[in-house]
């Protein structure tokens, strides 16, 4: 079970012929390729990714050969290079997931964040306003809102963004030009935000798959400070749902958070001995090390504008949890085997952190 039917749910939009999806190659977005691609024949999915260390051609190999399934090699802040592919192949959508994601990454090197993120989103809006794309939807996150205690509401669509790591404050700033694009120059541009996406074929730098393959591997399940930081989880083909929901029901201009319910959060010591159950291991496996430079102890989103849509939650954890790592155990090997080595190792190279001795609260590894 994968949760996708491939069975269409909405009709072809008429204003919709040639999509453009950026960071095609990457975990989530190459989940929407291959959804859209053997669901709307009508439609010509032409990805758009530079490849980098998280991105994998393995993802899109099923569609590979379908005619309406095309690929580019290129950098979202090249303007020659996105201006060129937007004009000569008549792209009249963006779906834009290309991004700089990881969170421990952006401590160590948050200037490449800004130039990923915040100058690549600015250079595709320019090409979108230049040559009159119908439909700009960009790909951000929950962490735009910041850190939502418990005792605080769920943060709708209207609430005011408040990011406090590197990471988010780019995707903050990205967002920011797409409303200002959609406000001045009336881009046709939608947002949305989600929870931690998880599922197949995720590289394992984010939690999930990153616990999954030390256990595979027969290595320490890292624990950033005490652990009782929580996240909540949406498995890939409830995402997959929600965008397509949004292509051809989302209204221009809106924002539109996705995000599962109260019983899809867990707390990153939660998360680590709910897996070591299902691998029959014991706690003497987890290793505390230290913490983030900062790090927020929870998010937590409403999504009752996208459930007006039609929208809504179909594969709850212990379902998504299962099925990755039935495909964790079946395919890690040949896409990554070695290559994810500093994946797995307690702290990114590239991560800022706190001394073990002030780490009070443990890292998302979002």
């Given amino acids: 079970m994968n ?18 999806v950026t960071g095609g190659a990457g975990f989530i977005a190459s989940h929407v390729v291959n959804y859209l691609v053997m669901t709307y024949p009508e439609y010509n999915i032409i990805v758009f990714d530079k490849l980098d260390y998280v991105s994998s051609l393995h993802s899109l190999a099923s569609v590979s050969t379908m005619p309406n399934y095309s690929f580019i090699r290129g950098d979202i802040t090249s303007f ?34 800004t130039h990923s993120n915040v100058m690549g ?48 404050a780019t995707k903050a700033a990205a967002e920011s ?8 120059f009336k881009l046709p541009a939608i947002i949305t935000r989600s929870n931690n996406v998880y599922g197949p074929s995720q590289y394992p730098e984010k ?3 990153k616990f999954i393959c030390s256990l595979l591997c027969g290595k320490k ?33 809106a924002t539109y958070n996705i995000g599962a319910g109260p019983e899809s959060e867990l707390t990153n010591k ?40 039609g929208w809504n939650v ?13 495909w964790y155990q079946a395919n890690w090997k040949k896409w990554w085997g070695p290559d994810i080595e500093n994946a797995l190792q307690p702290h990114s190279s590239k991560a800022g952190r706190r001394p073990m001795a002030t780490a009070v609260s443990i890292g998302g590894l979002d």
Wanted: proline letters at 2%; glycine letters at 6%.
């Fill in 3 to 20: 949760g996708f039917t491939n069975q269409r749910i909405h009709a072809a939009d008429s204003s919709t012929h040639n999509v453009l």
């Fill in 177 to 184: 030009l797409v409303k200002a694009y959609q406000k001045s």
């Fill in 121 to 168: 989103t600015h250079v595709l809006l320019e090409a979108a306003r230049e040559f009159g794309v119908k439909k700009f939807i960009h790909i951000s996150t929950d962490e735009v809102y910041g850190e939502v205690r418990a005792d605080m509401p769920n943060r709708e669509e209207e609430t005011i963004l408040a990011p406090s790591n590197p990471y988010s």
């Fill in 207 to 209: 939690i999930i798959p």
């Fill in 80 to 113: 020659d290079l996105v201006s060129y592919v937007v004009a000569e192949r008549g792209v009249d959508t963006i779906l834009h997931f290309a991004a700089s994601t990881h969170v421990d990454n952006s401590f160590g090197d948050s200037l490449e964040f």
């Fill in 270 to 309: 939660n998360l680590a001995m709910m897996l070591l159950r299902k691998f029959n291991q014991q706690d003497h496996v987890i290793e505390h090390v230290a913490d983030r430079a900062f790090n927020d102890q929870r998010y937590a989103i409403d999504s009752t504008r996208l459930g007006a849509l």
């Fill in 221 to 253: 399940l890292y624990l950033h400070g005490d652990g009782s930081n929580s996240r909540h989880y949406i498995y890939i083909s409830d995402v997959v749902d929600a965008i397509d929901v949004i292509l051809h029901r989302g209204q221009a201009g």
């Fill in 314 to 326: 179909k594969v709850g954890f212990d379902t998504g949890i299962d099925e990755t790592i039935r």
